[in-house]
């Protein structure tokens, strides 16, 4: 799955253009390295999204093309 998909499905970015946005403003990093919108998530990736001085860093747990609202926090665990 695309990671600005993965960022929108797991709601951790609400829409898709805006976790596009902010992967080509480099302000999403997967494995430590900058990444762009069509990265490829795997279980077991660990992303960084970057909220102005807040960082969120999380773990792929799963990858699903679509999920309820109450279990978007299963795709992912926090890592900060």
């Not at 997967?30 to 490829?40: E, I, L, M, T, W």
């Not at 960084?48 to 747990?61: C, M, N, Q």
């Amino acid at each position: 799955m695309r990671l600005d998909k993965f960022l929108k499905v797991s709601r951790i970015i609400k829409r898709r253009t805006v976790a596009n946005n902010a992967c080509d403003s480099e302000h999403v990093k997967v494995n430590g390295r900058d990444a762009k919108a069509s990265y490829d998530v795997k279980i077991g990736d660990v992303i960084e999204v970057s909220f102005g001085e807040r960082i969120l860093k999380i773990r792929v747990k799963e990858i699903k093309e679509h999920t309820l609202k109450n279990d978007a926090s299963d795709l992912y665990e926090v890592i900060n």
